[in-house]
């Protein structure tokens, strides 16, 4: 352990690592015996460095396996006080502001603003209040003339409203915002009723901590640099600059975001390790400038660090880039790469220890991942484009794009789908000038605040900077290839790939070692991958032949995703929400259907059947269209214009020709798949709101497997499909406006007589679906029942006679 300590620490974090992974997936375990099983591990480990023995190391990996396990099942659990056991009851809440306020302006003209409240009491009915504990989101309206008297970090608040559960999609490769929020302390929401959020108590008016005083004065900074800054430049330059400099994408231009997101520096937009850097960097170019001593220059680092994440209002995601990039710049400048990476592997286990969600956070994740390319594979790989006489600039900047892509690809892949080529380009001549950006608007502030004619020239300047940068992106974004797809590697690839990134990356004596210990072992590593092989080669070839139908996790809104024996896929329904397109708002084509879609590597869709043009159904077709090839649109009858506004087109839009309406009685088939079109009313007056009337209804078949998608068909267009006596006879039913008792009479359940039920539903929606009535209906029937609120996505898989269903969650 003494001649290997990076090594040892690796393992240390891996075996972390592993024991968090193990007590997630089985949380079941008893924790007293794992306490007792922990004792004897420590007992164990002393001895065996009392002995030095070469048992020190798998006892000490056992012990720190054994804590992530306990570490992970103490992190879920929350105390008995904690507002998300309140989930479900209307509530009068009290608790302290923990954050500025986050505002956002919808179309209507009125404001959304979101609350980040520490609950303090709750009181329900007439009954008196209790003490809670955790913290939520309130989410109220507000009209502009009152931004002005919003309340501020440290006030005492008060709401009523129903408490929810925060929850995320749950579809494969999408991001899960419940732990992101759960590792940021938030465990509930609320939506603000008629009362809004009032103030009880003002920070003024009662005793508190100093660092609450502190942390107002930061938020009051922050404001004055964003005032600042819109007094001079557009208002959406502002925001941009902004982000750069604190984080965030509130107010963004949607062009420069999608231009940032294809070159592969969005994460300029977020505080992270490369500010941090950068920051650094300047502080240190400025200590050598003035001939400080080495002591002196790592201290104004330090200082300077503090400063920055304080400002950047000291959230979980500003300290951990403090952490990771601070350190690990302070090493490297002090030349102890070395060390730089012992600190890096010391942090990563200091923070999975105190907070071992962040195992499955995405800033975690990255930032974790890019640090350590940094450190591991940049240099290697910068000596190596050196050796071959590629200029120390070019070859520096090269290498650490490379490095920060090498170590986060798998990452990438699993939540992106894509890589950006440009990337390489823009972060030698794109970051270099945001990088100027980032410093002049730090400078700007301060300069605001004693020179102010100063500080506005040198706003003024960065909005003209930022100009060329947008440019410069949207160009390099238009590049061909610049962004690339790649698929989702599975975990024994993972694993595979960063093996092999290490071999490339150790040191040549170590590699040496490897290599030979491979060549010793080669048989037992040949006949491990042959039954590897075989096994996934198997799995693969017991699949072909088979049709899927998967209910997408779109929240309150329907998307299924037909995949034929052949790969062609067919959409029924793509989700939405209303004002789903409105600026800044969460377009559910952007955010879930197109990535998911990317996820299992679709690059073609071959038809959309939508069911109606309401939005949550039809609004994320719009983003499907934008971003890949489809062939046809079969909508309902209710004319282009009601589908263009559902989808965020507009009338003109050449993507509107696509529309066309189903026509009863259709039939479409597609490798072997059979899509009739059973039921599609027609509207006389085009344009007018027929909403859930209009409904079409589709029947899928293959062999003896059916199912059928009937959007929100009401009760009484229920009566007329049966008066007409078709075969709707189905193995799985797409139940009827995501469970309302408007749908699913019990002559039509009936004549369906499905085997499965899947009900596509929002968590804790405003409407109260899925209704008791129905779900009573579908068990009195024996029709098993899946739901995406509470399974996430749903895969009907078959071979026309047997059906398997995978559910994302169990």
């Known amino acids: ?474 160009w390099m974004a238009a590049m061909p290839g610049s962004m690339i797809w790649i698929p989702s590697l599975e975990w024994p690839l993972v694993v595979f790939y960063y093996s092999v990134l290490a071999l490339l990356v150790l040191k040549t004596p170590w590699r040496q070692q490897v290599i030979a210990w491979l060549k010793e072992k080669r048989q037992y590593i040949v006949v491990m991958s042959v039954v590897f092989i075989a096994f996934s080669v198997g799995y693969k070839l017991s699949q072909n032949g088979k049709v899927t139908l998967s209910a997408i996790d779109c929240q309150q809104g329907d998307a299924l995703m037909l995949r034929t024996v052949h790969g062609k896929v067919v959409l029924f329904d793509c989700g939405g929400e209303r004002n789903g397109n409105e600026p800044g708002a969460f377009n559910t084509g952007e955010r879930i259907i197109v990535p998911y879609l990317r996820h299992y590597g679709v690059h073609e869709v071959e038809a959309i059947f939508l069911t109606h043009a309401h939005a949550d159904h039809a609004g994320g077709a719009g983003a499907v269209l934008k971003n890949m090839p489809v062939g046809r649109v079969y909508t309902a009858d209710e004319g282009r214009d009601a589908y263009a506004q559902s989808m965020g087109l507009g009338s003109a839009d050449r993507l509107l020709a696509k529309l066309h309406p189903a026509r009863e009685g259709e039939v479409f088939d597609l490798d072997g798949v059979r899509i009739e079109v059973i039921y599609a009313p027609e509207i006389t007056a085009k344009g007018q709101d027929m909403g859930n009337e209009a409904s079409n209804v589709y029947r899928i078949s293959y062999g003896q497997a059916s199912f059928l998608i009937t959007g929100d068909l009401t009760k009484e267009n229920e009566q007329v499909i049966l008066a007409q006596g078709k075969n709707i006879h189905s193995t799985v039913l797409k139940v009827g406006h995501h469970g309302s008792d408007t749908s699913s009479s019990e002559e039509f359940l009936q004549a369906v007589a499905p085997r499965y039920a899947v009900i596509s539903v929002g968590a804790g929606n405003s409407f109260g679906h899925p209704k008791q009535e129905v779900l009573n209906r579908l068990q009195k029937m024996d029709i098993r029942v899946f739901r995406t609120d509470q399974n996430g996505e749903i895969k009907f898989c078959t071979d026309g006679k047997t059906m398997r269903v995978d559910k994302y969650i169990e």
């Not at 020190?56 to 720190?64: E, G």
């Not at 980040?116 to 003490?131: I, N, W, Y």
């Not at 590792?183 to 009880?200: D, E, F, H, M």
């Not at 975001?257 to 294809?262: D, I, N, P, S």
Request: net charge positive; with cysteine.
């Open 1 to 474: 352990m003494g001649q290997h300590q990076e090594e040892f620490l690796i393992a240390l974090l891996v075996a972390l690592s592993l024991g968090i992974v193990a007590g997630w997936a089985f949380p079941a375990l008893p924790f007293s015996i794992l306490l007792v099983v922990m004792s004897v591990l420590f007992v164990w480990a002393v001895f065996s460095i009392y002995r030095s023995s070469k048992q020190v190391w798998p006892a000490f990996l056992m012990l720190i396996f054994v804590l992530g396990v306990l570490r992970i099942q103490a992190g879920i659990m929350l105390p008995e006080n904690d507002i998300s056991h309140f989930a479900g009851k209307q509530l009068h809440i009290t608790g302290v502001l923990k954050e500025a306020p986050q505002i956002r302006e919808r179309s209507d003209g009125s404001i959304s603003v979101r609350y980040c409240l520490k609950a303090e009491q709750v009181r329900q009915g007439k009954e008196s209040a209790e003490p809670v504990n955790g913290g939520l989101y309130i989410y109220a309206r507000s009209d502009k003339g009152k931004l002005e008297s919003l309340p501020k970090i440290g006030d005492t608040l008060t709401a009523s409203g129903t408490v929810r559960l925060p929850h995320a999609i749950h579809n494969p490769g999408q991001i899960d915002t419940e732990l992101l929020l759960r590792s940021q302390g938030i465990t509930a929401t609320l939506l603000a009723g008629k009362g809004g959020v009032n103030v009880t108590q003002s920070l003024e008016d009662r005793e508190t901590a100093v660092w609450v005083h502190v942390l107002r004065k930061l938020a009051e900074v922050r404001e004055h640099y964003l005032s600042s800054m819109r007094a001079v430049m557009p208002k959406e330059d502002a925001a941009a600059i902004f982000a750069m400099l604190f984080g965030g994408y509130q107010g963004l231009n949607p062009e420069l975001l999608e231009a940032f997101t294809t070159t592969g520096i969005v994460h300029i937009l977020s505080v992270s390790g490369s500010h941090i850097s950068l920051l650094a960097a300047v502080m240190a170019w400025l200590g050598a400038f003035f001939r400080l001593p080495k002591v002196v220059r790592v201290v104004l680092v330090i200082a300077a660090i503090a400063v920055y994440s304080m400002l950047a209002g000291l959230v979980p995601p500003v300290l951990r880039s403090a952490l990771m990039g601070g350190l690990t710049f302070m090493a490297l400048a002090l030349d102890r790469e070395k060390d730089a990476r012992r600190l890096l592997i010391l942090t990563g286990l200091l923070m999975l220890t105190v907070s071992p969600i962040l195992l499955y956070h995405i800033s975690f994740q990255l930032s974790f991942a890019a640090t350590a390319g940094l450190l591991y594979v940049a240099p290697p790989v910068r000596d190596w484009l050196q050796s071959r006489r590629v200029p120390a600039f070019v070859a520096a900047g090269m290498a650490i794009t490379f490095a920060a892509h090498a170590s986060t690809l798998p990452i990438l892949a699993w939540y992106f789908n894509q890589l950006s080529l440009s990337a390489f380009l823009a972060n030698i001549v794109i970051v270099p000038i945001v990088e100027v950006i980032i410093i002049i608007g730090i400078m700007a502030g301060l300069l605001a605040f004693a020179v102010p004619l100063v500080g506005r020239i040198a706003c003024a300047g960065d909005s003209i900077l930022l100009g060329l940068v947008y440019e410069l992106a949207r």
